[in-house]
């Protein structure tokens, strides 16, 4: 998600859901929190099982079948369980209430429904009272709570989840109930009148209603009245009573129009007439103002070129207006509702009677005899005349006797659909459709929230067995499908096109979720038609099915959720080869070319040929630009705690990874996932407990000085952020699709019991605080074990089986396959040795990452500027980092150049540098220097130390002298030595046998 204005800180369908009990009322204490220093967690709860694709080569277990043993990782997700059991706060007065959590998620939406909110105080941030994004929260914690209950048996987390899952579905009701009912009519002035509930920003009720007279009312019209009692809720500025003219868009507002506001800035109405925008204006302001909740007699004239407008039928204001409504040409004529802008478009929060239409301008006395008696002077040059007396619904009838009949706009009277689920009303959807830009006075991402909220109720559904869950989300399919079903393909392209408003996370993918697990044909179809209709076939999709890299410059995390959708969509429709190829595609145009060395992308960037700079955080950055990225990114005025890496990115692309492994299970899949998870994402997490906070970061950022900032209640990180912890089992076993192989991808301490192939798995280890695990087979029968060969391992992976050792050959990037008849208590132990090396940006070799096996070692240093460091001065013929950098105490922490290097999976705040700059400046060889500049690199900006060391280790001094004869050869070849360069740098070589020798 993106902060423009500053969001960071604002700061199986089967037997089993049958046959699970109702959700029941969550009673204060019923439910206690697992003691601490259990020994052995309870039983999880059985799951569903998530729907389970034919396409799959690999597949997962259920969250249920693998619990965590003690680790980083199990502290880890223990501090989000202790938030997930105490947020609320569930104690009060000594009382405890485990609804409070509940409540406070449930607000909103009950303040939607129109229900009792039961004093709840709003979770504040994202999820303000009237905050456009109100309501994703809430679907994090479904999932939060299911993902808990899953993992640990734990009956407080079953408990809080139906609770939240009943108090929905009376919430989804209730909305239902009330879209079965016309639009009212109320109490007016005279007779009945219209209520319109006002600009859906800033007003929790609003529902973007407004009025449509037919075109062309105005068409030819040259003096005219118009004329209308309102009684105004607010008095908000801007306003409008009427709107005749083109709408435009954000990028090219209407410049043809003409209206009358009820409120400016100068304080009364204001009407005006342009035909070339905002500075062509013709306008009459009038110096009365209107009181809210008061009852005004509003009209505006135009006799030849004087137009008044009239309050209580008294003038306040008259000017020269030259222009007519003819001149106008072709309009959209709306009461109630702006034409523009459309990222800011007002909708008039009041209540509306005796809307007239004259075809003249009348006089003084006769607006002061209308505002007494609509009929004062008859209906001869009456063009319209909305009195708002007939029956409920949307048809506004026309009393003129012209037949100009009007329709009312909203959400009720059809527009709205049963199955409806929101914080807030329809009205961010309907703006969506009109290509509604976000803003802070805008729209968010009405898409996003629901995403949110129904993958929540699908995690209850699975992982939690709530039957209510499934149906409540089934019936929020439907309304989906029955909004985008009838919008065209060119404007649902357009609108997944719109920065952040177009944002839908991974409603596509839920869609596609709710076919795969739907029995009835003709719904599957329309849940799979619903999902294509997300497709972003503007730019991005083709873009990627045809492998062409577009992504500078576009949201990150708006983007890849959606290919973890084509994905899905694939898996139900697997002749759309297409939606798997965008995928694909997609992935490799971020893995390498824009991720930073612990596993995030995007971040701002400078200027550059064929684009601007870029200060918006989360976007893609030009593909390979990682140190200019960084750099760009120390600039003063970038915030040290942002700049990039949304830690919401990561999360979304770790589910891509682990989705495109099932259909591929190369193991490049699995090396990036454990980066991302072992650095950004368990990094995330702030080392203590907390009751009000879920102490998660919104960004990791890279770039030197850069800090973490823990929080972050309410926001999109903050969400996604209660999932990542809570799930950490998820991708540490996989079985093949035919069942004979075991894939041991992580490893992570847990437990995984395989009860269809009567097989449990202990897993003992402190990885990544050890190196070693060791693997216990419970159970009987031939099955084959693949061990995961990281990518990093430089050398010693071994293994032995009830301690003998297996001479097998591991290669890096590969798994190792164990085959073999188990018995009960049969044991692999794994020896996984870390090494130290370094990772290079891709586009400047000398900007540099330190890693130790797996962890990337950030320099502890709140210097804003690179730390420079140098290597090759300490080097032996094995080539091991290890002489340049010192091991600390603790597991992971080392020292160099006067810095500690602690592991980003340390949770603390301090500022780091996750790259340091590379600073070789002579060859030196140990304690010999030749004198010899090493500043001119290659064509691939490598230098000549670069090149000597790339090939240690060597077997001895001959060889490093060999490897220096033939690098100096060919530098000098190319002209970057001279031949008394190529002299000086081979005798300091044979010079330093002695001292390099390990």
């Not at 922490?893 to 290097?901: A, E, I, K, P, Y």
């Not at 301090?910 to 010999?928: N, W």
């Not at 033939?966 to 031949?979: I, K, L, P």
Request: charged share 20%; glycine share 10%; net charge neutral.
């Amino acid at each position: 998600m993106n902060k423009d204005f500053s969001r960071r800180r604002v700061l199986r369908m089967g037997a089993l859901a049958a046959a699970a009990p109702a959700a029941l009322p969550l009673l204060p204490g019923q439910a206690h929190a697992q003691p601490a220093g259990a020994a052995t967690p309870p039983s999880p709860a059985p799951s569903n099982g998530f729907p389970d694709p034919r396409s799959w080569r690999v597949r997962p277990f259920d969250l249920g079948q693998v619990t965590l043993g003690d680790s980083v990782f199990r502290e880890k997700r223990d501090r989000l369980l202790h938030f997930a059991r105490e947020y609320g706060p569930s104690v009060v007065n000594g009382v405890r209430d485990d609804r409070r959590g509940p409540d406070r998620m449930l607000r909103s939406f009950r303040v939607n429904a129109g229900l009792d909110h039961k004093g709840a105080v709003p979770i504040g941030s994202w999820e303000s009272p009237d905050g456009n994004l109100r309501g994703h929260y809430t679907g994090h914690f479904l999932t939060l709570l299911a993902q808990a209950y899953a993992s640990t048996g734990e009956q407080i987390f079953k408990d809080k989840l139906d609770y939240m899952v009943t108090a929905l579905g009376e919430c989804q009701d209730a909305l239902a109930a009330a879209a079965s009912r016309p639009t009212p009519r109320v109490t007016g002035r005279s007779g009945t009148a219209i209520r319109l509930t006002g600009t859906p920003n800033g007003h929790v009720t609003g529902d973007a209603d407004h009025i449509a007279a037919p075109a062309g009312v105005t068409t030819g019209l040259t003096d005219f009245t118009v004329a209308t009692w309102v009684n105004l809720a607010v008095r908000d500025a801007d306003a409008r009573i009427f709107d005749f003219g083109r709408p435009g868009d954000s990028a090219a507002d209407s410049t043809v129009r003409m209206y009358l506001s009820a409120h400016t800035s100068s304080g009364g109405p204001r009407f005006a007439i342009t035909t070339s925008g905002s500075a062509g204006e013709q306008r009459v302001d009038a110096t009365t103002q209107l009181a809210a909740n008061t009852w005004a007699h509003v009209a505006v004239t135009k006799a030849g070129n004087v137009g008044t407008v009239y309050v209580d039928g008294v003038a306040a204001g008259t000017g020269t207006i030259d222009l007519r409504p003819a001149d106008l040409g072709d309009t959209t004529n709306w009461i109630g509702r702006a034409q523009f802008p459309q990222a800011n478009i007002k909708f008039l929060n009041g209540t509306l009677d005796e809307f007239q239409i004259f075809g003249r301008a009348l006089t003084g006395a006769e607006v002061a005899a209308v505002a007494q008696n609509a009929d004062a002077v008859g209906t001869t040059d009456l063009v319209v005349w909305y009195r708002f007396d007939e029956v409920p619904g949307k048809s506004i009838v026309d009393s003129s006797g012209r037949g100009n009949d009007g329709e009312f706009f909203g959400a009720t009277d059809g527009r709205r659909h049963a199955g409806f689920l929101s914080a807030y009303t329809e009205a961010q959807f309907i703006r969506l459709e009109e290509f509604t830009n976000y803003s802070g006075a805008g729209i968010w991402a009405p898409y996003y929230t629901l995403h949110k909220i129904v993958r929540g109720l699908l995690d209850a559904y699975h992982l939690a067995g709530s039957a209510r869950a499934l149906e409540i989300a089934r019936k929020a399919g439907d309304w989906v499908h029955s909004r985008l079903s009838v919008v065209d393909r060119e404007r649902l392209n357009r609108m997944w096109s719109l920065h952040i408003a177009g944002e839908y996370g991974g409603m596509n993918e839920n869609m596609a979720h709710l076919a795969a697990i739907e029995n009835d044909p003709a719904r599957k179809d329309a849940y799979l038609e619903t999902a294509k209709c997300f497709d972003n076939r503007r730019t991005v999709f083709p873009a990627a099915v045809e492998n062409r890299d577009v992504l500078r410059g576009i949201h990150v995390n708006q983007h890849v959720p959606q290919f973890i959708g084509y994905l899905r969509v694939f898996e139900q429709n697997p002749a759309g080869r297409e939606y798997f190829t965008a995928a694909e595609n997609f992935w490799h145009m971020v893995v390498p070319h824009r991720m930073f060395s612990h596993g995030s992308a995007g971040g701002q960037y400078a200027a550059g040929e064929g684009h601007p700079q870029n200060t918006n955080a989360e976007l893609f950055q030009p593909r390979d630009d990682i140190a200019g990225s960084l750099t760009y990114q120390m600039r003063p005025e970038t915030d040290s705690g942002s700049g990039g890496g949304e830690t919401c990115s990561t999360y979304n692309l770790l589910k891509l990874t682990r989705n495109l492994f099932f259909h591929d299970p190369d193991p490049a899949y699995m090396d990036y996932y454990e980066r991302g998870l072992l650095n950004h994402i368990l990094g995330s997490r702030q080392d203590e407990d907390s009751d009000s906070e879920p102490l998660v970061t919104y960004f990791l950022p890279a770039h030197p000085g850069a800090t973490r900032w823990f929080g972050n209640l309410g926001t999109c990180c903050g969400g996604t952020g209660l999932e990542n912890h809570t799930k950490y089992q998820d991708s540490i076993y996989f079985r093949s699709a035919d069942g004979k192989a075991l894939y041991v991808n992580l490893y992570i301490a847990s437990t995984l019991r395989w009860e269809e192939k009567g097989f449990t798995v202990s897993q003992e280890t402190d990885f990544p605080r050890a190196q070693t695990s060791t693997l216990t087979v419970t159970g009987r029968g031939r099955l084959e074990i693949k061990l995961r060969v990281p990518t990093w391992v430089r050398k010693g992976f071994a293994v032995t089986i009830n301690g003998v050792p297996q001479h097998v050959k591991a290669v890096p990037g590969t798994y190792l396959s164990v085959q073999r008849f188990w018995s009960p208590g049969d044991r692999i132990e794994i020896s996984v040795p870390f090494s130290l090396r370094v990772e290079r940006a891709l586009d400047d070799p000398t900007v540099q990452s330190l890693f130790n096996g797996p962890l990337v070692l950030p320099a502890l240093d709140n210097s804003r500027t690179w730390r420079t460091f140098s290597f090759y001065r300490h080097l032996k013929l094995d080539g091991d980092l290890g002489a340049a950098v010192s091991p600390l105490g603790q597991p992971n922490f080392f020292s160099t150049h006067d810095h500690t290097l602690r592991p980003l999976y340390i949770g603390i705040d301090d500022a780091h540098h996750i790259y340091f700059k590379r600073v070789e400046p002579t060859v030196v060889f140990g304690s010999v220097d030749s004198g010899v500049s090493n500043e001119t690199v290659d064509d691939d900006g490598f230098s000549f130390l670069d090149r000597v060391w790339a090939a240690a280790p060597f077997a001895n001094h001959g060889r490093f002298v060999r490897r220096v004869r033939d690098v100096s050869g060919e530098w000098q070849a190319r002209g970057r030595f001279t031949r008394e360069d190529r002299r000086a740098v081979i005798a300091a070589a044979e010079r330093a046998e002695d001292s390099l020798r390990p």
